[in-house]
């Protein structure tokens, strides 16, 4: 299985995945589907978000 | 196959056995030159020698791949800042620090002495700190003089800690600790151009298959497999992860 973890939570799931060359488009679909980190405030997507590279 | 890594150069702490050696093997047939780090201590932590860093070493040559291997103790700081000068000094670079080094000391708290619970600590926290500390500031004076980054970490966390499992509460305080320190060190050095990401594996390892009062099934052993976790792990440290910071990824067949 791979998941996302959402805090103390398993948050959206997938199956497991053997090579690494497939996980893009997987990882970006399980990402659309998970909870926002929060911010200190303990909000979903609350300020900051890391956008690293941009 | 397409190559994700291809001619980054990453470390992966504890990469003689277990999890780690799955994870140095994948990265280098991803074209990644790899430093592999492991004491060769013995799973409570004893002392031991390089010859299992070295073995994977020889199995990368072996399959056309570039690798050196290291005996640093990544919990100390003159042993993690040594390891990272061993990637920059050997392959010129620095890309990815892949933090899974570990041991287990488990024991119900009412039991646990104060040896069993600093020495997991020691190995997990600081030893995921040091050699990113020293990785951050690499890349911080990269960054600076204006050279471009494109840094990975790692981290190594596990289901104990986000979820909790009783006699480890030193493993799984130290585990829940990464889970932390991957929030907000992915705040801190998303400016230089570095994510940093963890992953929560489950896996059979000579760490971990003698926690259970019977011998592993066939079936148990394939779900366990660490190849399960390598690839996530291998993604994370390629290009195509770079929009992905602040994460655990849980991993398991």
């Known amino acids: 299985m791979l998941a996302i973890a959402e805090g103390w939570h398993r948050g959206p799931t997938h199956e497991p995945v053997d090579d690494a060359a497939m996980l893009g488009p997987i990882v970006e679909e399980l990402m659309t589907k998970a909870r926002l980190n929060a911010g200190m405030d303990g909000k979903d997507g609350s300020w900051p978000q890391p956008q690293p590279n941009k | ?253």
Not at chain 2, 11 to 40: C, Q
Not at chain 2, 65 to 70: H, I, L, P
């Open chain 2, 1 to 253: 196959m397409s190559r994700l890594c291809e001619g980054r150069v990453v470390v992966v702490t504890g990469s003689g056995r277990g999890i780690g050696r799955e994870h140095a093997l994948s990265l280098a047939k991803h074209g990644a030159l790899v430093v592999v780090n492991d004491l060769g201590g013995g799973v409570d932590g004893s002392a031991g020698d390089i010859s299992p860093a070295q073995s994977v070493v020889n199995e990368i040559e072996a399959m056309g791949g570039r690798a050196v291997a290291n005996g640093d103790d990544i919990s100390t700081w003159a042993g993690a800042e040594r390891l990272i000068q061993t990637a920059v000094d050997t392959f010129g670079d620095l890309h990815a620090v892949v933090n899974n080094a570990g041991i287990l000391r488990d024991r119900m708290m009412a039991n646990m002495s104060e040896e069993e619970w600093d020495a997991v600590i020691k190995v997990h926290l600081k030893g995921t700190f040091a050699p990113s500390r020293f990785a951050a500031a690499y890349w911080r004076d990269q960054s600076k003089a204006g050279k471009p980054v494109d840094g990975r970490i790692i981290n190594t966390s596990s289901v104990s800690g986000i979820y909790g499992n009783v006699g480890q509460t030193n493993y799984g305080a130290a585990k829940a600790g990464i889970a932390a320190f991957t929030t907000i060190a992915s705040l801190e050095l998303a400016r230089y151009g570095v994510t940093v990401n963890a992953v929560a594996p489950v896996a059979l390892t000579r760490m971990t298959e003698n926690l259970s009062p019977t011998p592993p099934t066939d079936e148990e052993r394939e779900l366990g497999s660490p190849r399960w976790i390598a690839p996530i792990v291998t993604w994370l440290a390629s290009e195509e992860s770079k929009a992905i910071t602040g994460r655990v990824f849980e991993a398991s067949g």
